[in-house]
C-alpha cells in the first residue's frame, strides 16, 4: 500500500484560564467544497518584531516554544494570524493562502461568526524534521504519525511534501480545523472532524486558486475502507498494528468519502437537517441514521459501498 502522509487535529482541549469554550477540531456547516474563489484577493501581511506578537490564548506549551532561542523565530502578521518562522519565502506563502483558505471555508459557514476575532491565531511552521520529532514527543496526547496539527486556535505545521499542492494540501486540512475551532461551539466525531478537513484539503487548495477539480476524479474506487460501525464509533484513531494494512490511512480515507458520499449522493436539505441537529447537540449516530433514514449501520454501509466501488 502506498504510504502517505496523516494529518490531525488534536485532541487537546483550552486550559480554563484562557476564557474560550473551544473544542479541539471541529467542521463545516450546509455547503460542499469551497466553491468561492479568492485567487485574486492579496491579504494584509507585515514583519513584526517578538514584543509586537500577540500572546492572547497561547498555552504555557506554546509560549515556551515561541520563547525558545534555538528557533530563532521570525514573525509575520496578517489579518487572521501570526507566523512564526525561519524563512520567510514560505511562510509568505503559507501566509497568502492561509488568509484564502480562512476566506474559502468560512463562506461555508455564512451563519456563524469568527468567535475569537479580533484575536490571532498563531501557526508555528517546522522545515526541520528534528525539530518537529522534538515537539511531537513533547505533545502529550498526540500520536507519533502526525505530521501537523492543531491545538485549539495555534497550529503546528510542518513542510512536507514534494510539490507546492502537497504542502498546500496539508495546510489546507489543518486550516479547516483552525477555522472549524474558531466558529463552532461544538465537538464532532472523530469521523466527521478529520472526513471534512481531509475533504477540504483535497478542494480547497485548488478553489483558492481559482482552479476547478472534477468531484469524480476525487472519488475513484476504494479498495479498502474502516468498517462503518469502527469508523461511526471511532473516539481515537486506530493502531497500525498490521504492517499490510495502514489502519490509520483507511480511517481518513473513509471518513473523507462518508463525507463525500453525503454531500454529493444525498440531498442537502439533508446534510443541513443533519448539521443542524449536530448543532442542537444531538447524538451524531442517531442523528445521522434519522436524518437520511436509515434504520441502521447496516443499512448505511449498503448504499455506501456502492459509492466507493
Not at 497561547?58 to 518562522?85: G, M, R, S
Not at 455564512?110 to 511552521?125: E, G
Not at 461511526?232 to 480515507?253: C, E, I, M, R, W
Not at 454501509?301 to 456502492?306: L, T
Request: net charge neutral; proline share 7%.
Amino acid at each position: 500500500m502506498k504510504k502517505r502522509m496523516i494529518f490531525c487535529g488534536l485532541l487537546l482541549g483550552l486550559v480554563a484560564r484562557t476564557g474560550w469554550a473551544l473544542p479541539p477540531v471541529l467542521p463545516t456547516v450546509p455547503g460542499a467544497a469551497p466553491a468561492r474563489d479568492v485567487s485574486q484577493s492579496q491579504p494584509a501581511m507585515r514583519d513584526i518584531t517578538a514584543a509586537e506578537v500577540e500572546r492572547t490564548g497561547l498555552l504555557p506549551a506554546d509560549i515556551e516554544l515561541l520563547d525558545n532561542p534555538a528557533y530563532k523565530w521570525q514573525h509575520l502578521q496578517t489579518e487572521h494570524f501570526i507566523l512564526h518562522h525561519d524563512q520567510k519565502m514560505f511562510a509568505a506563502k503559507v501566509a497568502r493562502l492561509g488568509e484564502q483558505f480562512y476566506q474559502a471555508i468560512s463562506a461555508d459557514l455564512p451563519q456563524m461568526k469568527d468567535r475569537l476575532s479580533p484575536v490571532r491565531s498563531h501557526i508555528f511552521i517546522f522545515r526541520d524534521a528534528r525539530s518537529w520529532k522534538a515537539v511531537v514527543a513533547n505533545t502529550p496526547g498526540l500520536d507519533p504519525w502526525a505530521a501537523s496539527f492543531v491545538r485549539g486556535p495555534v497550529m503546528y505545521l510542518q513542510e512536507i511534501g514534494t510539490g507546492t499542492a502537497d504542502k498546500m494540501g496539508t495546510l489546507a486540512h489543518e486550516m479547516t480545523h483552525l477555522v472549524f475551532n474558531r466558529f463552532l461551539p461544538i465537538r464532532l466525531p472523530l469521523w466527521l472532524n478529520e472526513g471534512l478537513a481531509e475533504y477540504y484539503g483535497e478542494f480547497a487548495y485548488r478553489a483558492a486558486r481559482g482552479m476547478g477539480q472534477g468531484k469524480r476524479n476525487a472519488f475513484r474506487p476504494l479498495a479498502r475502507w474502516t468498517p462503518l460501525t469502527d469508523l461511526l464509533h471511532a473516539t481515537s484513531y486506530p493502531l497500525n498494528t498490521d504492517p499490510k494494512v495502514d489502519a490509520v490511512g483507511q480511517f481518513y480515507a473513509t471518513s473523507k468519502y462518508l463525507v463525500g458520499f453525503l454531500q454529493l449522493k444525498q440531498p442537502m436539505a439533508k446534510w443541513d437537517e443533519f448539521f443542524n441537529r449536530l448543532l442542537d447537540g444531538d447524538d451524531p449516530l442517531t442523528a445521522l441514521l434519522e436524518t437520511y433514514g436509515w434504520t441502521d449501520i447496516a443499512a448505511l454501509e449498503k448504499v455506501f459501498a456502492q459509492f466507493v466501488r
